[in-house]
């Protein structure tokens, strides 16, 4: 396993489409997060999974967006009717549990026209 | 809510010098963990050094170190010997035991110049 991936590395959609980003973790790991990072920002949680199960939103994450690790594997994040200021980074990450190293993806690069 | 500070936007440093980069949190729990990630131009985060709040000694990973205060609620990072690939972003996290929840700095740049 050469680490958490994710996909694509980048992508540029047009207001008003919906996008889905993929995140495939280190497979020992059971725990995976989502984060949104902006240009000059640190990451900003969006919400965390332990195995399939959805514990903890953001309020960051607005009904438009949506998340699903359906077997306590890959994860998907979904955007639905996206918006210019949805435009970020969206990093994945993936820990063995709460307090330890989280180990994060290189990251998908959204762009909003 | 946990809060994280780096007041440093950008630091330089010349090569094979020291640099000092801080960072500030603010909780009013006891038990959490302390990290610095470093993340190299269009490159993935990757961790640097980590710090269990219970442990008073202050950790050390080769030419990385920190200076953990906690009663001031402090935790700096001290790069010796810099080199040209430490020029990266430098992000302070904070974690409370247990909680999952990353808290993040909004990070400093630093240029190692040769």
């Known amino acids: 396993d050469t680490g958490v991936s994710q996909n694509p590395r980048h992508k540029i959609t047009k207001r008003g489409q919906n996008v889905t980003f993929r995140c495939d973790p280190i497979?020992?790991?059971?725990?995976l997060y989502w984060y949104r990072q902006t240009l000059g920002q640190g990451p900003e949680f969006l919400t965390y999974?332990?195995?399939?199960?959805?514990?903890?939103k953001s309020r960051l994450l607005s009904d438009r967006f949506s998340a699903e690790r359906p077997k306590g594997s890959f994860s998907t994040l979904e955007i639905q009717r996206t918006e210019q200021g949805d435009s970020a980074m969206y990093l994945c990450?993936?820990?063995?549990?709460?307090?330890?190293?989280?180990?994060f993806g290189p990251g998908t690069r959204l762009t909003v026209l | 809510a946990q809060t994280v500070t780096q007041s440093q936007p950008e630091m330089s440093v010349q090569e094979a010098e020291t640099v000092t980069l801080s960072c500030t949190y603010d909780?009013?729990?006891?038990?959490?963990?302390l990290f610095w990630y470093k993340q190299p131009p269009s490159r993935q985060m990757i961790l640097v050094i980590r710090?269990?709040?219970?442990?008073?000694q202050n950790a050390t990973e080769n030419r990385f170190s920190v200076n953990f205060q906690k009663a001031a609620k402090s935790f700096s990072l001290k790069i010796s010997d810099s080199q040209l690939g430490d020029t990266a972003m430098y992000f302070c996290?904070?974690?409370?035991?247990?909680?999952?929840?990353?808290?993040f700095g909004s990070g400093t740049k630093l240029n190692v110049k040769p």
């Open positions: 990450a993936s820990s063995l549990d709460g307090n330890n190293e989280q180990f």
């Open positions: 497979s020992e790991h059971n725990r």
């Open positions: 999974f332990q195995n399939e199960a959805q514990l903890e």
């Open positions: 909780t009013s729990e006891n038990n959490y963990y």
């Open positions: 710090q269990e709040a219970y442990k008073q």
């Open positions: 996290a904070f974690v409370q035991y247990n909680f999952n929840k990353f808290y």
